[in-house]
Protein backbone atom coordinates (compact mmCIF):
# COMPACT_ATOMS: atom_id res chain seq x y z
CA UNK A 1 0.00 0.00 0.00
CA UNK A 2 2.93 2.45 1.20
CA UNK A 3 4.36 1.49 -2.26
CA UNK A 4 1.57 2.34 -4.67
CA UNK A 5 1.02 5.80 -2.16
CA UNK A 6 4.81 6.51 -3.21
CA UNK A 7 4.10 5.27 -6.60
CA UNK A 8 1.99 7.65 -7.35
CA UNK A 9 3.62 10.76 -5.47
CA UNK A 10 6.43 10.05 -7.91
CA UNK A 11 4.47 9.82 -10.89
CA UNK A 12 2.29 13.04 -9.76
CA UNK A 13 5.56 14.97 -9.00
CA UNK A 14 6.92 13.41 -12.85
CA UNK A 15 4.29 14.98 -14.63
CA UNK A 16 4.61 17.96 -12.85
CA UNK A 17 8.03 18.74 -13.71
CA UNK A 18 7.36 17.44 -17.49
CA UNK A 19 4.93 20.36 -17.88
CA UNK A 20 6.49 22.63 -16.11
CA UNK A 21 9.44 21.71 -18.60
CA UNK A 22 7.47 22.25 -21.57
CA UNK A 23 6.27 25.83 -20.79
CA UNK A 24 8.24 28.18 -22.25
CA UNK A 25 8.91 31.88 -20.56
CA UNK A 26 10.02 34.89 -22.13
CA UNK A 27 10.72 37.89 -20.70
CA UNK A 28 10.95 41.76 -21.82
CA UNK A 29 11.52 44.82 -19.71
CA UNK A 30 8.00 47.09 -20.17
CA UNK A 31 9.15 50.21 -18.86
CA UNK A 32 11.90 50.21 -21.27
CA UNK A 33 9.55 48.67 -23.85
CA UNK A 34 6.96 51.73 -23.18
CA UNK A 35 9.55 54.87 -23.02
CA UNK A 36 10.90 54.00 -26.42
CA UNK A 37 7.72 53.87 -28.14
CA UNK A 38 7.33 57.20 -30.10
CA UNK A 39 3.28 57.19 -29.24
CA UNK A 40 4.88 57.42 -25.89
CA UNK A 41 6.73 60.43 -26.43
CA UNK A 42 3.93 62.42 -27.82
CA UNK A 43 1.96 61.45 -24.59
CA UNK A 44 4.53 62.68 -22.59
CA UNK A 45 4.58 65.80 -24.42
CA UNK A 46 0.55 66.13 -24.02
CA UNK A 47 0.97 65.51 -20.41
CA UNK A 48 3.62 68.07 -19.71
CA UNK A 49 1.75 70.56 -21.38
CA UNK A 50 -1.44 70.15 -19.33
CA UNK A 51 0.68 69.88 -16.26
CA UNK A 52 1.99 73.48 -17.08
CA UNK A 53 -1.34 74.49 -17.80
CA UNK A 54 -2.19 73.80 -14.60
CA UNK A 55 0.97 74.79 -12.73
CA UNK A 56 -0.34 78.20 -14.39
CA UNK A 57 -3.97 78.16 -13.08
CA UNK A 58 -3.00 77.44 -9.42
CA UNK A 59 0.04 80.29 -9.84
CA UNK A 60 -2.52 82.80 -11.09
CA UNK A 61 -4.95 81.46 -8.17
CA UNK A 62 -2.01 82.14 -5.66
CA UNK A 63 -1.19 85.99 -7.26
CA UNK A 64 -4.74 86.94 -6.09
CA UNK A 65 -4.70 85.47 -2.66
CA UNK A 66 -1.24 87.46 -2.40
CA UNK A 67 -2.30 90.31 -3.83
CA UNK A 68 -5.62 90.33 -1.71
CA UNK A 69 -3.92 89.64 1.26
CA UNK A 70 -1.27 92.30 0.83
CA UNK A 71 -3.79 94.50 0.07
CA UNK A 72 -5.33 93.54 3.69
CA UNK A 73 -2.17 94.47 5.33
CA UNK A 74 -1.88 97.89 3.75
CA UNK A 75 -5.42 99.22 4.94
CA UNK A 76 -4.85 97.26 8.55
CA UNK A 77 -5.09 100.72 9.73
CA UNK A 78 -7.59 102.04 7.77
CA UNK A 79 -10.49 99.69 7.02
CA UNK A 80 -12.55 99.13 9.52
CA UNK A 81 -13.21 96.00 11.99
CA UNK A 82 -16.21 94.60 10.32
CA UNK A 83 -14.48 95.21 6.51
CA UNK A 84 -11.44 93.03 7.94
CA UNK A 85 -13.17 90.70 9.24
CA UNK A 86 -14.59 90.05 5.64
CA UNK A 87 -11.78 90.41 3.86
CA UNK A 88 -9.84 87.71 6.46
CA UNK A 89 -13.06 85.68 5.80
CA UNK A 90 -12.56 85.74 1.86
CA UNK A 91 -8.79 85.14 2.54
CA UNK A 92 -9.61 81.89 4.25
CA UNK A 93 -12.04 80.90 1.42
CA UNK A 94 -9.91 81.51 -1.04
CA UNK A 95 -7.00 79.44 0.26
CA UNK A 96 -9.70 76.58 0.71
CA UNK A 97 -10.19 77.00 -2.96
CA UNK A 98 -6.49 77.06 -3.65
CA UNK A 99 -6.28 74.13 -1.87
CA UNK A 100 -9.49 71.96 -3.54
CA UNK A 101 -8.01 72.73 -7.27
CA UNK A 102 -4.49 72.09 -6.43
CA UNK A 103 -6.02 68.47 -5.27
CA UNK A 104 -8.67 68.43 -8.30
CA UNK A 105 -5.62 69.39 -10.89
CA UNK A 106 -3.23 66.41 -9.40
CA UNK A 107 -6.45 63.61 -9.74
CA UNK A 108 -7.27 65.15 -13.45
CA UNK A 109 -3.26 65.36 -14.44
CA UNK A 110 -3.40 61.38 -13.40
CA UNK A 111 -6.97 60.92 -15.32
CA UNK A 112 -5.19 62.80 -18.18
CA UNK A 113 -2.39 60.46 -18.21
CA UNK A 114 -4.42 57.82 -17.96
CA UNK A 115 -6.19 58.06 -21.20
CA UNK A 116 -3.50 58.78 -22.80
CA UNK A 117 -1.30 56.21 -21.75
CA UNK A 118 -3.92 53.30 -22.04
CA UNK A 119 -4.08 52.45 -25.96
CA UNK A 120 -0.16 52.69 -26.11
CA UNK A 121 0.10 50.33 -23.27
CA UNK A 122 -2.60 48.41 -24.89
CA UNK A 123 -1.20 48.07 -28.14
CA UNK A 124 2.74 47.01 -26.47
CA UNK A 125 -0.05 44.02 -24.77
CA UNK A 126 -1.00 43.05 -28.49
CA UNK A 127 2.39 43.36 -29.74
CA UNK A 128 3.70 40.62 -26.68
CA UNK A 129 0.41 38.65 -27.24
CA UNK A 130 1.72 38.66 -30.76
CA UNK A 131 4.94 37.40 -30.10
CA UNK A 132 4.18 34.76 -27.68
CA UNK A 133 2.32 33.22 -29.51
CA UNK A 134 4.33 33.33 -32.72
CA UNK A 135 7.38 31.66 -30.07
CA UNK A 136 5.09 29.43 -28.61
CA UNK A 137 5.48 30.92 -25.10
CA UNK A 138 3.59 30.01 -22.22
CA UNK A 139 4.32 32.74 -20.06
CA UNK A 140 5.50 36.27 -20.30
CA UNK A 141 7.37 37.91 -17.35
CA UNK A 142 7.97 41.61 -17.15
CA UNK A 143 11.88 42.28 -16.44
CA UNK A 144 10.98 46.08 -15.59
CA UNK A 145 12.86 46.82 -12.17
CA UNK A 146 9.88 49.28 -11.16
CA UNK A 147 7.48 46.40 -10.99
CA UNK A 148 9.66 43.47 -8.91
CA UNK A 149 7.51 40.86 -11.17
CA UNK A 150 11.20 39.16 -12.02
CA UNK A 151 13.42 39.02 -8.96
CA UNK A 152 15.66 36.80 -10.92
CA UNK A 153 16.45 36.17 -13.94
CA UNK A 154 18.22 33.34 -15.64
CA UNK A 155 17.32 31.63 -18.62
CA UNK A 156 13.82 32.52 -20.70
CA UNK A 157 13.69 34.23 -23.94
CA UNK A 158 14.65 38.06 -24.00
CA UNK A 159 11.42 38.75 -26.37
CA UNK A 160 12.42 42.09 -26.35
CA UNK A 161 14.09 42.82 -29.77
CA UNK A 162 10.83 40.52 -31.25
CA UNK A 163 7.75 43.15 -29.73
CA UNK A 164 10.01 45.98 -30.98
CA UNK A 165 10.27 44.35 -34.46
CA UNK A 166 6.36 43.89 -33.71
CA UNK A 167 5.93 47.34 -33.39
CA UNK A 168 8.25 48.41 -36.10
CA UNK A 169 10.54 50.25 -33.65
CA UNK A 170 13.97 50.19 -34.47
Keep these: MMKRVLLAIALTLGFA ?3 VAQ ?3 GHLNVDELLSIMPETKSAEGEIQKYAQQLEGDATAMQGEYMT ?3 NAQANVDTWTQLR ?3 EQEELESMGQRIMQFNQSAQQELQRKQMDLMMPIIE ?3 EAVNVVAKEQGLTYVLDAS ?4 VVIYLDGGDDIMPLV ?3 LGIN
Design 84 to 86: LQK
Design 68 to 70: KMQ
Design 17 to 19: GTA
Design 145 to 148: ASKA
Design 164 to 166: KAQ
Design 23 to 25: QKM
Design 123 to 125: KAQ
